[in-house]
């Protein structure tokens, strides 16, 4: 399964950006971790297909929301109120199954990746 995500760019902080990614073949669940420079991957937003369930990191609570269509294998990201710290390469993963919900938020749970696109926050 091949991800194909898009929408990144540059905006002023308090703006708003949404975040596309399209996967090849189906999945159990798809999310989007972060990386900022000299940084670790972090974990962002995943969308469990089966249930609906949904989880946040605690610093995007509240501004960003994940979304998605399972039928058409898409998942997106609406960042809304967004900071500076936000600015990251953002990827999006899918998992060949459908992960426990404790896992969720876990780069091991996921196993197709995206080749990431740009979100750059001024203030």
């Known amino acids: 399964v091949q991800l194909q995500a898009s929408g990144g760019g540059s905006v002023q902080a308090g703006g708003s950006l949404r975040l596309s990614c399209l996967a090849s073949?189906?999945?159990?669940?798809m999310a989007w971790f972060r990386q900022a420079p000299g940084k670790e991957r972090d974990f962002v937003a995943a969308i469990r297909w089966s249930g609906g369930n949904k989880v946040y990191t605690d610093s995007v609570k509240g501004r960003f929301t994940i979304s998605g269509n399972n039928a058409k294998n898409t998942v997106y990201l609406q960042m809304n109120s967004l900071k500076p710290e936000d600015t990251a390469l953002y990827y999006c993963?899918?998992?060949?199954?459908?992960?426990?919900?404790?896992?969720?938020?876990?780069?091991?749970?996921?196993?197709?990746w995206g080749q990431g696109t740009l979100v750059t926050v001024s203030s």
């Open positions: 993963a899918g998992a060949i199954n459908r992960p426990i919900y404790s896992e969720l938020n876990e780069r091991r749970a996921y196993t197709y």
């Open positions: 073949g189906s999945t159990g669940a």
